[in-house]
């Protein structure tokens, strides 16, 4: 059974960060492109960013091209999101998920992804 759990999400003012953490289990971590993906109040999920199986590929979506990094430790089996200049906007719940097959880029599609973790809210204030 795969599991996703994220963490560090929070409460903080515009311009300041968080770091965003998804630890995966019960799937071979290292071959799978990991996703981070957020839904805010109201809208529906949107892609953020997804990084390959041994991180050499990673892509954002425009929004938050150059203030958000994504990157993974395969041996924690984690992925983390470096989130930088946070903006109101950035309000949501943030999700992490795995893509459905091994060694493959995907796309920033919801569908590629067939395990989610439940997300962790963060909100940022004006």
């Known amino acids: 059974q795969v599991q996703l759990v994220e963490s560090g999400g929070g409460l903080v003012q515009a311009g300041e960060s968080l770091r965003l953490s998804c630890v995966a289990s019960?799937?071979?971590?290292?071959?799978?492109?990991m996703g981070w993906f957020r839904q805010a109040p109201g809208k529906e999920r949107e892609f953020v960013s997804r990084i390959s199986w041994r991180g050499g590929t990673k892509s954002y979506a425009d929004s938050v091209q150059g203030r958000f990094t994504i990157s993974r430790d395969n041996a924690k089996m984690t992925v983390y999101l470096q989130m930088t200049s946070l903006k109101p906007e950035d309000t949501a719940i943030y999700y992490c998920a795995i893509l459905k097959a091994p060694y493959d880029l995907g796309s920033p599609v919801s569908g590629d992804y067939d395990y989610w973790g439940l997300g962790t809210q963060v909100t940022v204030s004006s």
């Open positions: 019960g799937r071979t971590f290292d071959a799978y492109t």
